[in-house]
Structure formats: structure tokens, C-alpha cells
């Protein structure tokens, strides 16, 4: 200890002789903590916690990819036979982000709005906390349109309504039904404050056009002992024989 302290005695007289020199080096420490930090909590968040999901290692995202754009969002009759035929998944789910305008009660405010197939929060082995989830008969376009409330937005806009499931809230102007509200502190892929059937704007979207691709994300779970690999190799038979069938949209398009 007392080497110690005289080494830290040296040091501080040392700092105070040349405090241009102190300066540049207490500012590297603190660039190289502040990046060191920063690096850690984004891995430590994407990579080593484990998704707040049962039997996370089973999920995987699915993407399409083209030779000279690079990867890409999914067009939507893409994902239908993605769903119909890979038989290493147990379930297949797309979403895609939006934004609307919420209105009543209280000012009008503009929110993300996440649109999802129905199977999204069954793949994902989500319930409800109050109502239910969507069911494919709401995923058309000519459904009544129905809307899921994060629990945040339940809180602070609906005051905790234990009576919400069967009211309605408007969005940009259209009359949703309220099925539900989703449990709380549950991070989704995408984040959103309401969620809605992707279905009801196939059309709207352009989104049944093969080829049209308007930023779907579509999420799988594996069944139990199929590998990544082996819903690999079903995705690259489906994609190639969809090139065929279909060069002018899927021309060079695959799937990872």
C-alpha cells in the first residue's frame, strides 16, 4: 500500500505539471470506456441475452435476397408459399411497420403502428393479457377492421380500462375494434404502440402483387429437430422453382 500511494502521489504531481497532457489523456480514457460501453450493451442486448421467448434458439428471420440490390424486404404471395410448403417450420409470421394517427381520447397523436399475420404471436408463444389475439378471418382485406393495444399505450392513453376489449379507437380515420391488450414489458420485432392484421392492406399496399415489395419482415420458428439448414435447403428449392414459374418478379431473387 505504501508503494502504492507513493506511485499515485508521482502520478498526480506528474498530471499537474503538464495538464495539457492530463487533458488529452483523461479524454482518450474516456472515448475508449464510453465506446467499450456502448459496444457491450449492444451485444450484450442482440447477442447474449436470450429472446424473452420460449425455445428462442428456434426462431429465425427470413429474408430475400437479390444479386444486385443485396438483401431485401419480402414480397407478400413470397411469403404465402414460404408458409404453405416449408415443412421445417412449425409456423411462419410476417409483419411490417407503419405509422397512423390515433385520435380520441385526447389530442391526436401520431403512432407506430406494426401490421402482423395472425400467427405472429402464437409463433412467438404470446397471450393476450386481456381479449385475444387475431384470427386469419380478420387477415382480409374486406375483414372489420380490429386492433391490439401494447400495454403502454393501454395505460397511458385508456387509463387502464379493464372494460376496453369491444370499444372502438380510430386510426388515420378508420374505426378499429380494441380485441385486446398485450402483456407488458415484452420487446416485439417491430415495436409498435398498436398492432393490426397485415391482411387488411394486401390490397391497399399493393402488397398481393408478386414482385411488390413493400418492407415485410417475416419471422419462423423451426419445428423441434429440424435444423436452420434444412429449412435452408426448402427455402432455396421454393425459391428457385418460384423463378421459374415467375421470371419476371422472382428473376434472380433467393431466399435466407
Not at 408458409?83 to 409483419?95: D, K, P, S
Not at 399496399?205 to 415485410?216: A, E, L, P, S
Request: charged share 15%.
Amino acid at each position: 500500500m505504501q508503494t502504492l500511494l507513493q506511485d499515485i502521489r508521482y502520478g498526480l504531481r506528474m498530471f499537474a505539471k503538464s495538464p495539457g497532457f492530463t487533458a488529452i489523456a483523461v479524454l482518450t480514457l474516456a472515448l475508449g470506456i464510453g465506446a467499450n460501453t456502448a459496444i457491450f450493451s449492444v451485444v450484450n442486448s442482440v447477442l447474449l441475452k436470450r429472446l424473452p421467448y420460449p425455445d428462442p434458439a428456434r426462431l429465425v428471420m427470413i429474408l430475400e435476397k437479390q444479386a444486385v440490390t443485396g438483401e431485401m424486404s419480402v414480397a407478400w404471395p413470397n411469403f404465402a408459399d414460404w408458409r404453405n410448403q416449408i415443412h421445417a417450420f412449425e409456423g411462419v409470421a410476417a409483419t411490417r411497420q407503419d405509422t397512423s394517427t390515433l385520435t380520441g381520447p385526447g389530442p391526436a397523436s401520431r403512432i407506430h403502428v406494426a401490421e402482423v399475420s395472425p400467427a405472429f404471436f402464437p409463433l412467438l408463444g404470446v397471450a393476450s393479457r386481456i381479449g385475444r389475439t387475431f384470427t386469419d378471418k380478420e387477415d382480409t382485406p374486406d375483414a372489420a377492421p380490429v386492433v391490439l393495444l401494447t400495454d403502454s399505450l393501454w395505460r397511458n392513453n385508456f387509463e387502464s380500462d379493464p372494460n376496453i376489449v369491444g370499444k372502438s379507437i380510430v386510426l388515420d380515420s378508420t374505426l378499429y375494434t380494441v380485441i385486446g391488450v398485450l402483456p407488458a414489458d415484452l420487446k416485439y420485432f417491430p415495436r409498435a404502440q398498436v398492432y393490426v392484421p397485415l391482411g387488411l392492406f394486401s390490397h391497399a399496399h399493393g402488397m398481393d402483387t408478386r414482385g411488390n415489395h413493400q418492407g415485410i419482415r417475416c419471422i419462423a420458428r423451426l419445428r423441434p429437430g429440424a435444423s436452420a439448414a434444412q429449412a435452408q435447403g426448402e427455402l432455396a428449392a421454393i425459391m428457385s422453382a418460384l423463378e421459374k414459374e415467375y421470371p419476371n418478379s422472382n428473376s434472380g431473387v433467393t431466399g435466407r
